[in-house]
C-alpha cells in the first residue's frame, strides 16, 4: 500500500509506513540493555533484526521479574521486532554459522567485553575480511584503553563513575542512581549515531567501518553545560535537587496538596510567572532583576515563590500558570504519564498478540517520518522461535541439515 505526499513531485509515493532502513540485515549478539535497545530502534525503522541468543537461557533478561504468562517484562521491553535464533557460539559448527550469517549483513552489533568476540574468532577483523561491508559495533562499559579495562559495566557502575549519582539528589541527600537506565542507554544512542553515519559513509564509499562506545564515555559526553561550568569556573557542581545549577526560578514549588514544576529558562518566562503569582513587585527588586542576580539570591526568592504557591491547589496552580504561558507540568508517576492524553493521541502504546503471553503492550517508537510511525510491531520471539526460518530463508540448510544441527546440539528449535 502506498500513499502520496503531500506537497511531493508529481508521482512521487511513500510505503504506509516509515521504513527507511528496509534492505539493511543486522546480526546482533548484544544483550541485556544498551546493544538490544539499539537493535531495537535500527529494527523499528525497517531494519531485519536477527538476534543470537545461546542454546540455554537466551538473553539473561528473558528471566528477569515480573512476568506475563512467563515472558520477562525486560526482555519485552527491548526486542520487539526481531527474530531470535538460538546458536551454540563454543562449537565450531556454531560460529561457522555466525561467520555465514556476518557475511550477508550489513551490520553486527555486539556487547561483550573487549576480547571476548576475537577469542570467538568473530572479532572486526576477521569479519571485515570476508565482508568488507560489514559496518561493525562494538558496545563496551569502558572501551578498550581504559583503566577499568576488562571489569564488569553495568548501568549503575557507569552512572556512579560519570558523575551522574553524585548530581542526581538534594542537597546534603545521599547519592541516588536515574531511575532510567541512562548509562546503558547513552551507549545505545550513540551506537546509533555512530552507526547511522557510517551506514551513510558505507553508500559512497562501499567500505564498513568499525564503530566503538564505550557507557561510560556516552554518559560524560551528556553532561553538556555541567562539564563546562567546571572548566569555566574551576569548581565542581554541586547537586540542586530539582533546582537548575545557574537558571533561577526553576523546580519543584509546593502548592497547598502537592507540587508543580516551573521553568523560567527566559526573562519572558521569569516575567510572566512573577505576574501570574500576582507579584510583580518582584520585577522592580534589584536582587531579582537579572540571571546572575537571581542565582546569587535563589533561596530568597524560592522562599517568596513557595509561601505564595502554597496558598492554592495544584490544579489551581496548573491552570494559572498555561494562562499565563509559563512552562510549567505536575510531577506525574510512571502510571498516570502512560494513561496521560498526550500519549494515546499520540499512539505512543500499541497491543500485539504474542504466542505465549497472548495480548500485550508495548510502547512505540518515538521516531516518525512526514507524519508517520513504525508498521505495526511484531511482538518479541521466544527464544530460538526463528532459528528454523533463518536457517532455511537466510542460509539455505535443509530440512535434514538442520535435523543434524539439532541433534549435534549447535541449534535449537522452537
Partial sequence: ???????????????????????????????????????????????????????????????????????????????????????????????????????????????????????LGLDFDTLHGENDRLIYCSITGF?????????????????ALSGVMHMNREPDQPPNKLALPLGDMAGSFFSLFGLLAALHERNQTGIGRHVEIAMLDSLIAMQGYLSQMYFVTGQCPQPVGTRHPSIVPYGSFPTSDGHVIVACLTERFWQNFARCLGLEALLEDARFSVYENRLANRDALD?????????DTTGYWLDRLEAFDVPSAPILDIAQSLDQPHVTDNGLIERVSHPQTGEMRLVRGPI????????????????????AAVLSETLGFDADEIADLVTRGVVTLR
Fill in 368 to 387: 516518525r517520518f512526514d507524519g508517520m510511525g513504525p508498521a505495526q510491531a511484531r511482538p518479541p520471539s521466544l527464544l530460538g522461535e526463528d532459528t
Fill in 303 to 311: 522562599e517568596t515563590i513557595s509561601a505564595r504557591m502554597r496558598q
Fill in 1 to 119: 500500500m502506498t500513499e502520496t505526499t503531500k506537497g511531493s513531485p508529481s508521482g512521487a509515493s511513500r510505503t504506509s509506513h516509515a521504513a527507511p532502513l528496509a534492505g539493511i540485515k543486522v546480526l546482533d549478539f548484544s544483550r541485556i540493555l544498551s546493544g538490544p535497545y539499539a537493535s531495537m530502534v535500527l529494527a523499528d525503522l525497517g531494519a531485519e533484526v536477527i538476534k543470537v541468543e545461546p542454546l540455554t537461557g537466551g538473553d539473561d533478561t528473558r528471566h528477569f521479574p515480573p512476568f506475563q504468562n512467563g515472558q520477562s517484562h525486560y526482555y519485552m521491553a527491548l526486542n520487539r521486532n526481531k527474530k531470535s535464533i538460538s546458536l551454540d557460539l563454543k562449537s565450531p559448527e556454531g560460529i561457522e554459522i555466525a561467520k555465514r550469517l556476518a557475511r550477508q549483513s550489513d551490520v553486527l552489533l555486539e556487547n561483550f567485553r573487549p576480547g571476548v568476540m576475537k577469542r
Fill in 143 to 159: 572501551g578498550t584503553h581504559s583503566p577499568h579495562g576488562n571489569k564488569p559495566a553495568f548501568d549503575i557502575v557507569v552512572q
